[in-house]
């Protein structure tokens, strides 16, 4: 038996009928079509990480190559522990947590942020060993798990339109948000153009349509820029074309910062920090923990749906074992920069290919290996350019509420609060504690009360604890 034989043995390509053009395939497509976070999680985290004598751009690098590693990791224990045909990596919404709420919103210092998402992976590999995580995420109420996809991807295309300048804050009297003026805004026009191109690209079902995507509208900046249609800056980054045009690309390729140890020194200081404060410590451990827990939770049981991977209670068998993964790569991705790692819904283009075992994920992985060459790229790539990736996966995440008995007051209540608590609150965490409290408490309301089990009880209760401590922080009773 030669070594592609057993290959194909170890990942049972015979029982899920399957081979490896069509597992080579599946996690090429999937690659591509979840490649976007390569460009995406620096723009998002260089946000909240500030590093004394680096530029955003260097700092934007170092994180990139902290994704695609912390990725790698991630990838391999599912690929090869779990035999799962997901991709994973910096979780989308994940990262804009740490960055725009903890960091940023809370004022909790990154590197000590580094080193709380590093205590709640070490917990999610202990949970996860003992089957605690796997019990906890079958008690979610069942609308709640095929709304949660769902109001994420309302939640990223918020985020989306944002940042690309298209939806803007309202004025003081009037709306909450409005729609930019596009004749003022020529990176929010060109961004709807992006748009427009991507979802041709996406509805044609062009493999990497997202990320030729982003390219195009990338492209297409920098081209209206140098025929002298708009100055330097406002279609490129900040001092890109400078560097370009003043030094040459050759230039700006060779002063790629591959070196992550000021991030792990990061990391690293983060621990000193836990002394200061150390209840402040196990309060930001508590709200990751929290978040980080059923946000993971969503977007697995999201993924699973889309691959048709769930039983009949809409269940995942075996789920300790790619939870084991992200566990894993949460852990590897806080002490090298990165936020939590997640499962990728874009798993489930791949599978639609007909990956059906971890040699898909196996693929993935090899491919965000290769990608690291193309590191030294993203300082040319437009910030409203790379946002145009959350708009689309936003989009896609919708499907999820087909699955919904609308017909049902409890189905229809609590997945309704789920889709919509989460991006109104800017929560993921926010909208998964609506679904959960309110399901028992309609449920009872309809008589049905014998049909909530103890732990589903618990479960809201725990996340009214949550919300205590939550508001006790707002609050200024206990401040970072």
């Not at 909790?108 to 995580?133: C, D, H, K, S, Y």
């Not at 300790?320 to 002490?335: I, N, Q, R």
């Amino acid at each position: 038996m030669g070594a592609s034989d057993t290959l194909a043995d170890y990942f049972g390509f015979d029982e899920h009928e399957t081979d490896y053009r069509t597992e080579t395939l599946a996690g090429v497509t999937t690659f591509l079509a979840m490649a976007y976070i390569i460009l995406v999680n620096p723009v998002i985290l260089s946000d909240a990480i500030v590093i004394d004598g680096y530029s955003e751009e260097a700092v934007m690098q170092m994180i990139a190559v902290s994704t695609i590693i912390s990725g790698i990791a991630a990838i391999l224990v599912m690929s090869l522990y779990a035999n799962r045909p997901f991709a994973l990596a910096s979780g989308m919404g994940l990262n804009a947590f740490f960055a725009f709420t903890v960091v940023l919103g809370l004022g909790v210092p990154w590197e000590l942020a580094l080193v709380a998402v590093f205590v709640e992976g070490i917990v999610f590999i202990a949970l996860t060993a003992v089957g605690a995580r796997k019990y906890i995420i079958q008690l979610f109420p069942e609308p709640v798990k095929y709304a949660v996809g769902a109001g994420i991807g309302v939640f990223l295309l918020f985020i989306g339109l944002e940042q690309m300048g298209i939806v803007v804050p309202g004025p003081e009297d009037g709306d909450i948000v409005e729609l930019a003026n596009l004749f003022t805004s020529p990176a929010a026009t060109l961004g709807i153009v992006g748009l427009v191109v991507t979802f041709m690209l996406y509805a044609r079902g062009i493999t990497g349509g997202i990320v030729l995507g982003i390219l195009a509208t990338a492209v297409s900046g920098w081209l209206l820029t140098i025929a002298g249609l708009v100055t330097p800056d406002v279609l490129t980054p900040e001092g890109a074309y400078d560097d370009v045009t003043n030094d040459g690309l050759a230039s700006v390729i060779g002063g790629t910062h591959y070196d992550i140890t000021p991030l792990i020194s990061g990391f690293f200081d983060g621990f000193g920090m836990v002394a200061e404060d150390p209840l402040v410590f196990l309060l930001v451990v508590f709200t990751f923990f929290f978040v980080d827990f059923f946000d993971t939770a969503g977007t697995l049981i999201g993924v699973s749906q889309v691959g048709g991977f769930l039983d009949e209670d809409g269940d995942l068998p075996e789920m300790e074992k790619p939870l084991m993964a992200d566990a894993v790569g949460t852990t590897v991705g806080s002490m090298i920069g990165t936020s939590t790692v997640t499962t990728y819904i874009e798993s489930s283009t791949g599978i639609e290919e007909g990956g059906r075992t971890g040699f898909t994920a196996l693929v993935v992985g090899g491919l965000f290996a290769v990608s690291l060459l193309f590191v030294p790229l993203l300082e040319l790539i437009p910030g409203y350019a790379t946002y145009v990736a959350l708009v689309v996966v936003g989009i896609i995440m919708l499907q999820g509420v087909v699955d919904i008995d609308w017909n049902h007051p409890a189905w229809a209540i609590s997945g309704g609060l789920t889709i919509t608590i989460m991006p109104l609150t800017m929560s993921i965490a926010n909208g998964l504690a609506a679904g959960i409290i309110s399901y028992p408490l309609i449920k009872a309301a309809m008589g049905e009360r014998r049909e909530v089990s103890l732990g589903q009880w618990a479960l809201a209760i725990s996340f009214i604890v949550y919300f205590v401590v939550y508001f006790a922080v707002e609050a200024g009773e206990v401040a970072f």
